[in-house]
Structure formats: C-alpha cells, structure tokens
C-alpha cells in the first residue's frame, strides 16, 4: 500500500509527530489523569493530523482550508494543555520546550498551508 497524499504535506508530517511526541509523553501523566488531561491533550494532538487527513479527502480547496483551520484551533489547545501540564508539573520543564518547539513549527507550516488554499485560488 502507498503513501497516502497527505502524507507527503510536511504539515501533516510534522503534526503526526507531535501527536505520537505527546502520547509518549502522557505515558507518565498521573493514571488518575487518564480521562481527564492525558485524554484532552492527546485528543486535540490528534486531531491536529486528522484534520489534515480528513480535508485532503475532500473534493475542493475551500473544503481543505475549512479543516486545515480546525486543525489550526486544536493545536491551540493542545498548545495550551501544555503549558497547563507544565504548571502542575506533569511535564517537565525540557519535554515542554520541545514539545511547544515542535507544535510552534507545526502551527508556522499549517498557517502557511492555510494561507495557500485561498479560496481566491483553483
């Protein structure tokens, strides 16, 4: 089986590090955070790819750019669920810098990404 379309979109590549990067990283979240904070971030992470995945399959740009912009909000959250579980410290102070490194560079290219499906485009 090939690779998928969008999984040649260094957008989607980057995101679907993070995801796996976060979900390694939950693996040593409280187990009474099960389904509370580990689910909640490791949620928004992976809608991140998932979005892009789903936009792809879709038949038309501004389609895309409307699931690329989803993406674009989880990121946010699970930006935010970082810095929260650095605050009660479930996440080291290094694994949230890369990890915030890595979802500030996912959040450059899919900004990029969504600016170039502009609907004004075919």
Do not use: C
């Amino acid at each position: 089986m090939g690779e998928a379309g969008y999984e040649k979109l260094l957008a989607w590549q980057k995101a679907d590090e993070l995801a796996y990067q976060i979900y390694m990283a939950t693996n040593a979240f409280p187990k009474e955070e099960l389904y509370g904070m580990t689910s909640q971030i490791r949620r928004a992470a992976l809608s991140v790819p998932t979005n892009i995945a789903e936009g792809y399959a879709r038949q038309g740009k501004k389609e895309f750019r409307q699931f690329v912009n989803i993406a674009l909000g989880s990121l946010a959250e699970a930006k935010y669920l970082l810095g929260f579980s650095l605050r009660l410290k479930y996440l080291k102070p290094e694994a949230h810098k890369s990890l915030y490194g890595t979802a500030e560079e996912v959040g450059r290219l899919l900004w990029k990404f969504y600016r170039s499906l502009s609907s004004d485009r075919k």
